[in-house]
């Protein structure tokens, strides 16, 4: 890295924090609050810039809570290392470590794609249902697309597509922009379903979202979007959709069925029993996590050793859930995210009475927020609690101004650098940045026309109303 790159990398983060903090204090915002929205914004230029890497920013962040007394003690800097929904992706990210490491995914994979036989689009329908599906099984996106990505290059290579034909692209890029809105209707789906159930819980003093609230709430606006956006992409690349004459049917192989496999389907569905019945025995969908992870790692009936669980476990994952719960809690407590929400409130004091409009706008606020923080950790940490405040002071419910900002901040790729899990895949397929970006433009006007016209009536008609 060149000197000028350093410069730039370190200094504008620290410009935009001695901006803040150096700044005169506006009216309404407490000394406490400005220290603490200091620490979130030098974070977010941190994770936005990838000066250093995530997970040292997050712990960066916890430690200038503690010293510049954005919060009030230690407890408050480590709150989100003491919040259950820290600890139950530990245990769905070793869940499907466990599933991964079985080979019980890619059998999965192998036995979807086999179903295609000759057909370009029976096989990518079935891709994209494979993104729904395979998440009960395998929760993260990530660790999906690793699998399904090499299982598709050699299909792409039986059939003779080469890189660039809009067939290859059409699903590399579909796998790289739409796999994720898969895991994003589950709460056991990744980073996006913990951090956003556990900030709506908290700020909206609710009980927290169990697996079937989640989903009830979370799979219809979620597999709209992925219809829709694979429909696009389709439309985009159809030229591609015919294969070359001498193309071949493809036959994946897969080898006798395994113990370890056997043994992780069963921990998958007893899971998945656990967190369908939680309306029944009333565990915290932490609790089911646990259980799995603690079964796969015990000697004899399990699927990983401990030392496999430290070397392949994403700790990474840990600390910025952690501590992105951390600083958004500090926003909250020392009235940051209140004088925030009122500093958009009085913006938009227009357009009160009219909360169609209210919502719309906020929607393209945090569409405008995405753009430059690309950390999805980071982006709900900041815009949850700014949209539920924004929104119960101008007579709106904040748990759907919540839940919108989620569905519009996670629906959308606009660059490929922005898209950790999936940046290995846009650079295998030599995706251009400028088709990422137009596809993060179709896929915004997408999730806001799907919000707008499906999912708010459905909201309301399972009592979620958009006005208290």
């Known amino acids: ?137 395998l929760p993260s996106a990530s660790t999906r697309g690793a699998i399904m990505v090499h299982i598709y290059e050699e299909v792409m290579e039986r059939w003779g597509v080469e890189k660039a034909s809009p067939l290859n692209k059409a699903v590399m890029i579909a796998m790289g922009g739409l796999n994720r809105l898969g895991s994003t209707a589950l709460l056991a789906g ?117 030392r496999e669980f430290e070397s392949n476990m994403s700790w990474t994952n840990f600390f910025v859930i952690a501590s992105s719960l951390s600083m958004a809690n500090a926003l909250i407590v020392s009235g940051a995210a209140e004088w925030f929400a009122e500093t958009l409130v009085g913006s938009v004091q227009g357009l009160r009475g009219h909360s169609t409009l209210v919502l719309l706008a906020m929607c393209f606020a945090a569409s405008a927020v995405r753009i430059i923080m690309p950390n999805i950790s980071g982006y709900l940490a900041f815009i949850i609690p700014v949209a539920m405040t924004t929104g119960a002071a101008l007579g709106l419910n904040p748990v759907v101004c919540g839940l919108a900002v989620t569905v519009v901040g996670d629906s959308v790729v606009y660059y490929p650098a922005s898209a950790t899990g999936s940046v290995f895949i846009y650079q295998r397929a030599e995706i251009r940045a400028s088709e990422v970006v137009r596809m993060g433009i179709a896929m915004t006007a997408i999730a806001i026309a799907v919000l707008f016209i499906i999912v708010l009536p459905y909201w309301n008609l399972i009592g979620e109303n958009l006005t208290l």
């Open 1 to 137: 890295m060149n000197p000028k790159d350093v410069a730039l990398r370190f200094g504008l983060p620290v410009s935009v924090f001695l901006a803040v903090i150096l700044a005169p204090n506006p009216d309404g915002l407490t000394d406490q609050g400005q220290r603490a929205l200091a620490v979130m914004a030098f974070a977010v230029v941190l994770w936005a810039m990838e000066s250093l890497h995530i997970a040292v920013t997050a712990v960066l962040g916890i430690v200038m809570l503690v010293l510049l007394d954005g919060v009030d003690d230690i407890n408050g800097a480590l709150y989100g290392f003491s919040q259950p929904v820290t600890y139950f992706l530990v245990g769905i990210l070793t869940l499907g470590l466990g599933v991964h490491q079985s080979g019980l995914a890619e059998r999965l994979a192998v036995h979807i794609i086999r179903f295609a036989g000759g057909s370009p689009k029976i096989l990518y329908v079935q891709m994209l249902a494979t993104f729904a599906g395979l998440t009960f099984a």
């Open 190 to 306: 990744g980073i996006t379903p913990v951090v956003a159930s556990a900030l709506i819980s908290d700020f909206g003093m609710i009980d927290d979202f169990s697996w079937t609230k989640w989903f009830i709430l979370m799979a219809v606006p979620f597999y709209l979007i992925l219809i829709f956006g694979g429909l696009w992409v389709y439309l985009a690349y159809r030229s591609g959709f015919t294969l070359p004459d001498k193309a071949e049917a493809v036959e994946l192989k897969t080898g006798p069925i395994q113990s370890r496999e056997i043994r992780a389907g069963l921990i998958a569905v007893g899971t998945a029993l656990l967190w369908f019945t939680d309306f029944a025995h009333g565990l915290h969908p932490a609790v089911p996590a646990l259980i799995a992870m603690t079964v796969i790692l015990m000697p004899g009936i399990g699927i990983l050793t401990w």
